[in-house]
């Protein structure tokens, strides 16, 4: 049984880690492209949705260094306060204990967050298209 288990989490976090990659390359790479794009065909007004992942994809282009460091701060903070305190110390031991269950709980969160963000991204990619065909459809 345990052997399926980790087998299990293997393959959940790889299908996180390649839903969220692929959700990352689609806001760095793609999406510019396709606001450029709208922006060319002459659309002035954006759906909401477009315009929340339009500003993450400009923070992520723009000031991508600014989310590396807040994470390596947030990592390097979390370590010390593990380490140092009596608290952070009985965390970590009951962490080592459940590892298998956490690692699956992890994997399975990930593969969920990877499955919601891929559809959310492309709906507000596509999204700008129902305006671009009204603004044409109009006389």
Same mark, same amino acid.
């Given at each position: 049984?345990?052997?399926?288990?980790?087998?299990?989490v293997i393959v959940l976090g790889m299908v996180a880690a390649l839903l969220l990659g692929l959700a @990352? /390359?689609? #806001?760095?790479?793609?999406?510019?492209?396709f606001i450029a794009l709208y922006e060319e065909m002459g659309v002035?007004?954006?759906?909401?949705?477009? @315009? /929340?992942? #339009?500003k993450v994809s400009h923070a992520l282009v723009g000031k991508w260094w600014v989310?590396?460091?807040l994470l390596m701060g947030l990592?390097?903070?979390g370590r010390l306060l593990v380490r140092r305190t009596a608290v952070g110390q009985r965390w970590w031991g009951q962490i080592r204990e459940r590892r298998q269950q956490?690692?699956?709980?992890?994997a399975v969160s990930g593969a969920v967050l990877g499955l919601?963000?891929?559809?959310?991204?492309?709906?507000?990619l596509f999204l700008?298209?129902?305006?671009?065909?009204?603004?044409?459809a109009a006389p």
């Open positions: 049984m345990r052997g399926r288990r980790d087998w299990l @990352l /390359i689609e #806001l760095v790479v793609v999406y510019p492209k002035q007004e954006f759906p909401v949705p477009t @315009l /929340i992942f #339009l989310g590396a460091l990592a390097s903070a956490i690692a699956l709980a992890a919601v963000a891929l559809p959310l991204v492309w709906l507000s700008p298209m129902v305006s671009i065909h009204a603004q044409l």
